[in-house]
């Protein structure tokens, strides 16, 4: 009964360094998505993915990016970590015609 | 575009008050319309949505909200306030619950 599960939980890292953050799903869900979190703004969609192997620009895309190889998986990268990066990332995934469901966040800290 | 506005950052509310957090949307046609909660250190939890139909919609928890297409809002209500209510809530538009836009957020704050 995992849901929607994001690795890791917390992290820091120092600017410059990169980082991939990983959301699995085992409902089999077709879309997926990455928000970020910060205070007074509510979530921001990153990047999301309507199905294996494609992926779309969200409202706030710079200075990330996503792979969907998986239809289970969906990975988050920062090549080049900036302190404006700070954040809570969310994933979601859904199925046609179904609400988001969401896992319980990666706190990254950038340093 | 679509948007969603909370007009209220912070609420509290004593337990077993009545509860109502407010939720403007723009969006050009019938949007979908949704409401989240988020307890501290976890994720969002759907506590109610609106695709069409009934304006008054029945949630999770003994939450209820009610759609009004003339005033573009979708206000959250609760009859009587739990202390386990306390948590962030967020109202969020979608044009199919493909691309959700979210509010700030309401944290709610109840006092004994």
């Known amino acids: 009964n995992a849901g929607v599960t994001q690795t890791p939980k917390f992290r820091v890292l120092k600017t410059g360094q990169s980082m991939t953050l990983l959301c699995a799903q085992d409902?089999?869900?077709?879309?997926m998505y990455w928000y970020r979190q910060d205070p007074g703004m509510g979530l921001r969609l990153i990047h999301y993915?309507?199905?294996?192997?494609?992926?779309a620009k969200g409202e706030v895309p710079d200075g990330y990016n996503v792979s969907r190889l998986k239809k289970q998986n969906f990975l988050l990268g920062l090549e080049s970590a900036a302190p404006s990066q700070t954040s809570v990332y969310f994933c979601?995934?859904?199925?046609?015609?179904?609400?988001?469901?969401f896992g319980d966040g990666t706190r990254l800290s950038i340093l | 575009a679509q948007s969603v506005t909370q007009p209220d950052i912070h609420i509290t509310v004593s337990e077993g008050a009545s509860l109502e957090l407010r939720c403007n949307y723009s969006y050009g046609a019938t949007p979908y319309l949704f409401w989240y909660v988020q307890s501290p250190g976890q994720g969002l939890q759907l506590l109610l949505k609106?695709?069409?139909?009934?304006?008054l919609v029945q949630g999770i928890k003994g939450f209820e909200a009610e759609f009004k297409r003339s005033q573009s809002s979708f206000n959250l209500r609760k009859p009587s306030v739990h202390w386990s209510d306390a948590a962030e809530y967020f109202c969020?538009?979608?044009?199919?619950?493909?691309?959700?836009?979210f509010g700030a957020g309401t944290t709610v704050t109840v006092r004994a």
């Open positions: 979601a995934s859904r199925s046609t015609g179904h609400p988001q469901h």
């Open positions: 969020a538009v979608g044009a199919d619950d493909y691309k959700l836009s």
């Open positions: 993915s309507v199905g294996e192997g494609t992926t």
């Open positions: 409902m089999n869900h077709e879309y």
């Open positions: 609106y695709f069409s139909g009934d304006t």
